[in-house]
Structure formats: structure tokens, C-alpha cells
């Protein structure tokens, strides 16, 4: 298996812009997170879905940010518009389930908001 | 909310050393996962523990639940080990809503 799938690596884009992320997660696992990364932070949960299902989003910082998981392959988050605080590592993860939580990491993507 | 703590924040050992990093939570939980971060930036789950010790390779997982409490031990260090050791975990009513402590960043010199 390929792993979790993050595209892009990097991104950097103006104050404004759209910015789309994606992931597709291993085939199989039924839940997929989406962590954001800072120095100042670490690693912080945004959302999560399970059976492509939103579960909890608490943790999106302002409508900004959006997520979307049409089907068991595939979920992108969104953030419209950007914003420089928004510059982070974005990663994406997905694991088996509540009776698989063994986390598989992508390899994340790094964000420039100029 | 949980709290996770980890210590020390940095950590650095001479090649073969014996490396103990700690983490403390503050809420029951009903898993520990310790994740290793490589200087790359990857993120690699090294273990999901809810009782007693886990050991792959050179590493040695442990986990008190009733002082809520876990280590992670690295025997005979080597360079390669070099990375930031992350502890997370979860509320007592979200098992899946983890919350990571700040990281130790551990170097092993040659």
C-alpha cells in the first residue's frame, strides 16, 4: 500500500487565495483526520470523519476553513480565503477505526500564506 | 479537556546511551499513542498502548493508568534516533479527538 496521500508538498500562495488540500487515505481505514502543525501550537486536530462522515470539527479555527470526504478515498480541506496565519503543516491521517486507532500519517503539506 | 505533558523538551545523549522520555496526562484514557516526527518532518506512529508495555526493536513503551502516566525508552541509541518524540491522547469521551503534547526533541551524537 502507498500510504496516506497528501498533494500538494508545498503551497504558497497570496493573502486571499483559495487553497485547496487533499488527501487520499489508505484504502480500507474508515476514519481520516486532518492535524495542523505550528511551532507555536504543535500538532492540533482540525476535524475528522468517520465513514465520510464529519464527527467532530470543533477544532476548525473559523469558517475560513472547510472539509469535505465525498467518498471513502478521497477528502480535501479548503481555506477561502487564506490567510498569513494560516501558514502551518497541514497532515492528514486516517487509521481503521474507534477498534483499529493506530494513526497513519501523510506526509503533509507545507503551507505559505505571503 | 486533556492535558499531556512531556519531559524533557530536549534531550540530547552520546550514541548508545539509555533514553527515557515521559509523558503525564491529566484525564483517564483508554489508549496512549507515542508518535515519532523525522528531521524531514514525517510522522510515524510508533505505539498505541492502554496497559502495562510494548516493545518494537529498540523501543520500549510503558504505560501507568492508574498515575497517568507513560514513558517511552529508546536502548542503545543511535543517531538515526535523532527526532521529536510525541505523546497524544484522548478525552475520556472522544477516543479518537487526540491531544499531543509539545514534543521532545531527543539528539543522539555520534
Known amino acids: 500500500d502507498a500510504g496516506v496521500i497528501q498533494s500538494p508538498r508545498h503551497e504558497v500562495t497570496e493573502m486571499g487565495q483559495e487553497v485547496t488540500l487533499r488527501c487520499k487515505p489508505i484504502s480500507g481505514h474508515n476514519s481520516l483526520f486532518w492535524y495542523r502543525q505550528t511551532m507555536m501550537r504543535g500538532l492540533e486536530l482540525l476535524i475528522y470523519?468517520?465513514?465520510?462522515?464529519?464527527?467532530?470539527d470543533s477544532g476548525m479555527p473559523e469558517d475560513r476553513f472547510s472539509a469535505k470526504m465525498p467518498n471513502a478515498s478521497f477528502s480535501t480541506l479548503k481555506i477561502q480565503p487564506s490567510e498569513p496565519r494560516d501558514s502551518a503543516v497541514y497532515f492528514c491521517?486516517?487509521?481503521?477505526?474507534?477498534?483499529?486507532?493506530?494513526?497513519?500519517f501523510g506526509s503533509g503539506t507545507q503551507l505559505s500564506v505571503l | 479537556k486533556n492535558e499531556v505533558e512531556q519531559s524533557p523538551q530536549n534531550l540530547t545523549a552520546q550514541e548508545g546511551e539509555f533514553i527515557t522520555i515521559n509523558c503525564s496526562y491529566s484525564?483517564?484514557?483508554?489508549?496512549l499513542h507515542w508518535l515519532q516526527q523525522h528531521p524531514g518532518g514525517g510522522i510515524v506512529s510508533l505505539f498505541m498502548l492502554s496497559s502495562g508495555k510494548k516493545k518494537h526493536g529498540r523501543l520500549i513503551a510503558t504505560i501507568n493508568i492508574q498515575e497517568k502516566h507513560s514513558s517511552l525508552h529508546i536502548t542503545a541509541s543511535h543517531p538515526r534516533d535523532s527526532a521529536v518524540y510525541i505523546c497524544a491522547a484522548p478525552p475520556p469521551q472522544g477516543a479518537q479527538k487526540l491531544v499531543f503534547g509539545q514534543g521532545t526533541r531527543l539528539t543522539i551524537n555520534p
Open positions: 491521517a486516517s487509521s481503521g477505526g474507534i477498534l483499529d486507532e493506530k494513526l497513519f
Open positions: 484525564v483517564g484514557i483508554s489508549a
Open positions: 470523519f468517520n465513514n465520510n462522515v464529519p464527527i467532530d
